[in-house]
Structure formats: C-alpha cells, structure tokens
C-alpha cells in the first residue's frame, strides 16, 4: 500500500506528458552533467574491486583508479590511504611550487587536472568503491519483478522509465 500512496504522489509532481518520447528519458539539469556521468561511471564502469580517488567537489577529477584484492579489508584501507597521501603530497608540493618547469610525470598529470588552488584540492580528496556488480545484481534480481512493477505503474499512469529510478 505505501508504495502505491507514493506512486500517487509521484505521478501528481510529475510535468505533463508530450508526445515525442526523448531517446533519454530523464533529462540531466544544467550543472550537474559531471556529477551525473562520475555517477554513471560509478555504477557501470567500476566494480566494488576498485576504488576512484577523486575530488569530491570537481568530479571530473580522477587521480587514480586502485584495484582491490579483497574491499574491505585492512591492507586495501591501507593501500588507499597510501594513495590519497599521496596526491595529498603531489598537492602540497604543487601549492609550494612557484617554478613548474620541472615537475615530475605525477606532479604534471596532476597540475594539469587541477590548475591551481592546490591546498584547496589537497583537502577535498575522496575515493568512492565501484559498484557495477552490485548494479547489475540489482537488475537482475528486479527483473523477476519488473512486470509486475509496470502493470503497478501503468494502472497510475507513470511512465515505465521511472521503475529504473530506484538503481
């Protein structure tokens, strides 16, 4: 019953429907494209054996992608602190730099990716694990409900894209 109560409730906020359907269903609002496709990456290209240390404010920021023997575990803690310490490091150093003419190959990658305010960076570092195992599992496991979840949406009147919403 509380689903359908906020199915009702969902179809009433909704804009109305046109006629032409868009190829992609759900429209990304202006500004947040690079959060949308560091998400997208998140749940399609990168499986829960690798973490993205990125930045958690300019996500078009990768450092680096850290595969992991086992998630979870201490010695993969501690490889990803090591990681993060160390573009903490290159950062530091890059801020301290007033002569970028011989940077070496890792202090010029990231140089590049972040152009400047280099403290600022150094503190907003993140690693965020994969999860396209998990969003595939997730699918699967939805697909043995999925024509009942339509026939439930259809009778509301709500658009079949929105049962993906909940992946």
């Known amino acids: 019953m509380g ?12 804009p109305p429907a046109t006629e032409e359907k868009s190829a992609y269903p759900f429209a990304v609002p202006h500004g947040l ?50 990681v993060k310490n160390k573009y903490r490091n290159i950062l530091t150093e890059l801020a301290r730099k007033t002569d970028h003419s011989s940077l070496t190959m890792d202090e010029s990658r990231v140089a590049q990716m972040v152009s400047g305010h280099y403290y600022e960076h150094a503190q907003n570092i993140r690693v965020q694990i994969g999860q396209k195992n998990r969003f595939r599992e997730g699918l ?28």
């Open 140 to 167: 699967i496991r939805s697909g043995l409900y999925m024509d009942k979840i339509r026939k439930i949406f259809r009778e509301y009147g709500l658009p079949d894209e929105l049962t993906a919403l909940p992946h």
């Open 33 to 82: 494209e690079t959060r949308v496709n560091f998400w997208k990456k998140v749940y399609t290209e990168y499986t829960t054996r690798q973490a993205i240390v990125h930045d958690i404010d300019d996500l078009n920021i990768i450092y680096e992608v850290v595969n992991l023997e086992v998630p979870g575990s201490r010695h993969s803690e501690g490889r990803l602190n090591a």
């Open 3 to 14: 689903v359908l109560i906020a199915s009702s409730q969902v179809h009433a906020s909704l």
